[in-house]
């Protein structure tokens, strides 16, 4: 599996990119001191995930292979 890292700054953004050949937007809403929301749409702007919220916990714990619920992976 590879992992892309996408690097984000605390403020709204919205930006186009490829990931496994695919070209997807992105649109992120800063929240709070520690939240982004999250929408993944395709290239003719069809939702495929909505308001997703991204924290700093869940940003901590990106890399974490031991996860409790998950399991290890």
Known sequence: MEINE???TPT????TIKLSDTVWQFR???????TWVLDILTVDNQ???QATVLNS???EQRYD????ILGSF
């Open 12 to 15: 709204n953004q919205q930006f």
């Open 65 to 68: 292979t031991t996860h409790p």
């Open 28 to 34: 992120l809403i800063w929240r709070d001191s520690d």
């Open 47 to 49: 939702p495929v995930i």
């Open 6 to 8: 996408i690097p984000l």
């Open 57 to 59: 916990i869940f940003m």
